[in-house]
Every structure is written in structure tokens, then in C-alpha cells.
């Protein structure tokens, strides 16, 4: 075979391959085909977004529903700095790291108000509750992160925060 005949018998293999790609890719456009109907495909979607969409979501600083309406107002139980220019530096300061444990009880933290939970905490004196807030403590009943696990917290708002607490609890 020749040259000549080799690249004439090469050069009809490669036009009958594209030939046949573009056949091909010609009935795969007709048999798969755009759906005729984008209605059901949108019903189909939102369908599937509704099947998978979280449970629940988890908002790191909003108060309790019942604080909530007892403040009155939603945007300060949202955000409880916007509200402590007049407020007391202890509750301002509870609010916006205490609240995540002390109001639901996590890792054994004593509840905001709850006189039997607090007295023995109380009954050891202000300084062993200011070590243990500022310093962190473990205990039996559970822990607590140094300075509520906000560490840029000073030490007088951490203070101040235990000082708010122990008031609302005797």
C-alpha cells in the first residue's frame, strides 16, 4: 500500500466516523428531547426543596419565647445590647452570653430564677462564684467554660453578670 492509498482510505475512515457522531448525536437530540411540560418539573422541584429542608434552625442569641413576650419587644430580645444603654451592665451582659446556658439548664448551669439549684452556689460566697465564672469550674452537676466561653468578656461584666443572677435567684 502507498502512501497515497494509505491517506486516502485514512482520510474516509475519519469522514465516516464525523458522519456518523453527527447521525448519532442528531437522534439523541430527538429521543431526548426538552420536556414538554416545565410546570410538573417546577412542582417537581419545590416538592423535593420542601422533602429535604432542615427540621429546625438554631439562632445563637435570641431569648426564650417567654422572655420574649414578656420584654415586649422582639428586637430587644434579639439584640440586647441595642437596650442596655439604660439597663443594668450584669443583665446586659447575661443576655448576650449567659442566656445560652443559664436559661435552658445546658450542661447542668444552674437556671436563671431557680432559688433550689442556686442557694448551695450562693450559700459558697461571691468570690468562689466569681473564680468559678471567670476561671471556668467542673463540678458534679456539670461545668462551666471560663467566662461562659465568651473569653472576651472582662472580668467586671463577668462579674457583674453573677452579681445580676445571684439577685434573680434568692
Not at 411540560?37 to 427540621?55: C, F, G, M
Not at 448576650?96 to 445546658?106: K, L, Q, R, T
Not at 467566662?147 to 445580676?164: C, E, F, H, I, P
Request: charged share 20%; net charge positive.
Amino acid at each position: 500500500m502507498t502512501d497515497r492509498a494509505f491517506w486516502k482510505s485514512f482520510t474516509g475512515l475519519v469522514l465516516a466516523l464525523v458522519a456518523l457522531t453527527t447521525v448519532l448525536f442528531i437522534v439523541a437530540q430527538i429521543i431526548g428531547g426538552k420536556p414538554a411540560k416545565t410546570e410538573e418539573v417546577t412542582a417537581d422541584a419545590k416538592s423535593i426543596a420542601e422533602r429535604i429542608k432542615p427540621v429546625g434552625e438554631l439562632t445563637v442569641g435570641a431569648a426564650p419565647a417567654e422572655r420574649v413576650v414578656a420584654s415586649g419587644s422582639v428586637m430587644d430580645a434579639i439584640i440586647p445590647a441595642a437596650n442596655a444603654a439604660g439597663a443594668d451592665k450584669g443583665k446586659a451582659t447575661y443576655d448576650a452570653s449567659c442566656m445560652a446556658c443559664h436559661a435552658a439548664g445546658v450542661a447542668g448551669a444552674p437556671k436563671l430564677g431557680d432559688k433550689a439549684a442556686w442557694a448551695p452556689r450562693i450559700a459558697q460566697g461571691n468570690d468562689t462564684l466569681y473564680t468559678h465564672a471567670i476561671k471556668g469550674f467542673q463540678g458534679k452537676a456539670g461545668m462551666m467554660p471560663p467566662k461562659g466561653g465568651n473569653m472576651s468578656l472582662a472580668d467586671a461584666d463577668v462579674k457583674a453578670a453573677v452579681d445580676y443572677m445571684v439577685s434573680q435567684s434568692k
